[in-house]
């Protein structure tokens, strides 16, 4: 099995990464620059586990190039692929948050570049920039109650 590497990219390229990404897309330059300093770069080949369902997690993931499979077992064992995600989105916020365990599996469906921040990385950003912690906390809030409608939307429809 595919493990995850660490990138050793400069902060330039980390913030190039960052600045393709619509994610970061109402911050202004210099924030982006600011952030670009709490995450590390991987790179994840294909059928890499990103993170695993029921596993304890810290991070918080922004998919910058390539794709990743959103996996949930059902009751009899079986893998089924909820959504797909391509670049630009971000994953993993659930356990990140509530420091519980992921909700689902992340999986590369292509060879992909991520972005990652760790819980250290973002307590850091809490007490450096706490405005700054505060707007990614409001967008990451922003990211649940859109997937939350999503997936109420969804379940109306099984009922």
């Not at 990385?121 to 505060?134: N, T, Y």
């Amino acid at each position: 099995m595919e493990t995850l590497a660490l990138l050793e990219i400069s902060l330039r390229e980390r913030i190039t990464l960052l600045e393709t990404s619509n994610w970061v897309e109402d911050l202004n330059p210099r924030q982006i620059d600011q952030l670009a300093y709490y995450f590390k770069a991987y790179s994840a080949p294909v059928n890499t586990y990103i993170l695993r369902e029921g596993d304890p997690s810290e991070l918080f993931c922004l998919l910058c190039d390539g794709a990743v499979d959103i996996l949930k077992e059902s009751g009899s064992g079986q893998k089924k692929i909820l959504q797909t995600l391509g670049a630009g989105k971000a994953f993993g916020e659930i356990a990140f948050f509530d420091h519980g365990t992921c909700s689902a599996s992340i999986v590369a469906k292509k060879t992909s570049t991520l972005l990652i921040m760790d819980q250290e990385a973002f307590k850091k950003l809490c007490d450096e920039a706490s405005s700054l912690a505060l707007q990614i906390t409001l967008k990451v809030v922003h990211l649940l109650s859109q997937r939350l409608r999503h997936t109420t939307g969804k379940l109306i429809d099984l009922i």
